[in-house]
């Protein structure tokens, strides 16, 4: 497998129009597509094989039958396809590169010819009437491309009448390939970095003590007041489990500052902790359970350890996916926290509760340069929820931007909320390999932003999570957008609040 980054030259950018129509079809457009493998010494740190194991064909069917008895809603998702098309242009994807393997139907194919031949009747004796398929090297081959070229977005389960959620199957073939021992680099060793240091990034805690207390004194500098950022501190009300982009990447760091600022205004003890100092778990991205708890679990001892009443999660969109649908069968019960508070609570319902109650101040005015859009992080909009009512995870960011701007419009309404298209770099995908179905994959949603620009002069994508930050400073610049366009909700409430004397603490 060629190891190589394609250069910015040779992407052909697709080009934003008024009116979004399906592209004509080119299959195999994206064949040439595929992350870089994961080498041995990563895979090994994983519990997979370090190379692809000799009998790997007998040991991936084997596999795919005891993912669909261990989960129901997977031998579901792979027995009901009725084959009406409704989630053919649904996928950003496809509609960014024209391979008909893109649409969200063909792809679960890819898997369901495989469970078809060796899991169901009519496929074991009539295979061609069925569509069923042997293990193959060159199914194999399909897989490892298309199944990363799924962001697990779930936007088509959207449009499916049976809900048949196409993130599921990509997340277990993608379990699949590592348990043969082909696993992705990026994923794979971003959480061989967690389970060894903590961290995607491999920060040890002097580097993160230093980077906290530096933030200190820039912000004092900023604003004269003594905001905190406190690490490992035991007996603080709130653990805040963050994804670490948080701590040194731009845009994300201001959405940082915005939390640090939002607790010192409403008088709430905190903490970060350096065991676990990565709210972000790409275990999900791989479909393993066991590497989800690992490295799940080292955000209950840490709560344990510091004695806190809370936790709360920063503006990561997957991470919230996990922290809110696994965290209480996962790493649970979690009887030793405040059941006052939702458990775990999102970063974005804390402020907005203080809001709510008038505890925070806000000059909107500091903020009349942007004209600010949203952007829904599909993990938040379509696998997760926010507050007390349904709907809450579009309301309430929605409701703090507008608490700190003046000018706010949203993008189209077929291409927001649970319609939201992904960046294009979310699943597992935000790696410079992928580059060019990064840029892509984006079509779709720069061509919504590019409709607010024109109708409303929006210069400004908040978001909440930290691949959707990246991924859009990655490829506004080819669509022509600065790539300092994107920013943090907590970077909007970060300028806008009011400290010091005068403030009504909670
Ligand atoms: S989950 Fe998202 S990325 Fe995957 S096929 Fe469906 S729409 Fe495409
Ligand atoms: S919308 Fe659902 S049932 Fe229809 S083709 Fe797509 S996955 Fe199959």
Redesign the pocket.
């Known amino acids: 497998m060629a190891e190589r980054i394609a250069l910015m030259s040779e992407i052909k950018v697709p080009v934003l129009s008024k009116s979004r129509t399906v592209p004509f079809l080119e299959p195999g457009a994206m064949a040439h597509s595929k992350p870089f493998p994961a080498g041995p010494e990563i895979q090994a740190r994983l519990g997979f094989p370090d190379k692809l194991v000799p009998d790997w064909e007998k040991v991936a069917v084997n596999k795919l039958g005891d993912l669909v008895k261990q989960s129901r809603a997977l031998r579901v998702f792979l027995d009901?396809?009725?084959?009406?098309?409704?989630?053919?242009d649904k996928c950003h994807y496809f509609l960014g590169t024209a391979d008909p393997k893109n649409m969200?139907?063909a792809r679960?194919d890819l898997l369901r010819s495989v469970y078809r031949r060796y899991y169901t009747f009519a496929g074991k004796f009539f295979p061609g009437l069925v569509g069923a398929r042997d293990m193959t090297k060159e199914v194999l081959d399909d897989w490892y491309s298309y199944f990363h070229q799924c962001s697990q977005c779930r936007r088509?389960s959207v449009?499916?009448?049976?809900g048949?959620d196409?993130a599921e199957i990509s997340m277990a073939a993608r379990h699949i390939m590592s348990s043969v021992g082909l696993g992705q680099k990026y994923t794979n060793e971003i959480i061989s970095k967690v389970h060894n240091i903590g961290n995607n990034l491999g920060l040890p805690e002097p580097a993160l003590a230093d980077t906290l207390a530096s933030l200190e004194e820039d912000v004092k500098e900023e604003t004269g007041v003594d905001v905190r950022f406190p690490l490992d501190i035991k007996g603080a009300e709130v653990l805040v489990v963050t994804p670490s982009a948080d701590f040194f990447a731009e845009p994300h760091i201001d959405g940082l500052i915005g939390y640090a600022k939002v607790f010192h205004a409403a008088g709430v003890s905190w903490t970060l902790s350096s065991h676990a100092s990565e709210a972000s778990n790409f275990s999900m991205f791989i479909g393993s359970h066991s590497n989800l708890q690992r490295v799940a679990v080292r955000i209950r001892e840490a709560a344990q350890e510091l004695g806190v009443r809370r936790i709360i999660v920063g503006e990561c969109g997957h991470a919230w996916r996990v922290a809110y649908n696994y965290w209480n069968t996962l790493i649970g019960p979690f009887d030793f926290l405040d059941r006052n508070y939702p458990i775990p609570q999102h970063i974005c319902e804390f402020t907005h509760d203080l809001i709510d109650r008038g505890a925070l101040r806000f000059d909107k005015s500091v903020n009349d340069d942007k004209v600010v859009t949203f952007h829904d992080s599909c993990n938040v909009s379509r696998a997760s929820r926010m507050g007390n009512h349904p709907g809450g995870q579009f309301t309430i960011p929605r409701a703090i931007i507008r608490a700190c701007c003046n000018h706010f419009y949203d993008m189209a309404p077929e291409t927001i909320h649970e319609k939201t298209f992904c960046c294009g770099g979310g699943g597992g995908l935000l790696t410079d390999d992928l580059l060019e179905l990064r840029v892509k994959g984006a079509a779709p949603r720069m061509n919504a932003l590019r409709q607010v620009v024109e109708e409303h002069g929006v210069n400004h994508v908040a978001a909440i999570c930290a691949i959707c930050k990246s991924q859009f400073a990655k490829v506004l610049p080819y669509y022509q957008f600065p790539m300092n366009m994107v920013g943090s909700v907590h970077g909007l409430v970060s300028k806008a609040i009011q400290l010091g004397p005068g403030i009504k603490r909670v």
């Open positions: 009901s396809c009725v084959k009406c098309g409704a989630c053919t969200p139907v679960q088509c449009f499916c009448p049976f048949i196409t």
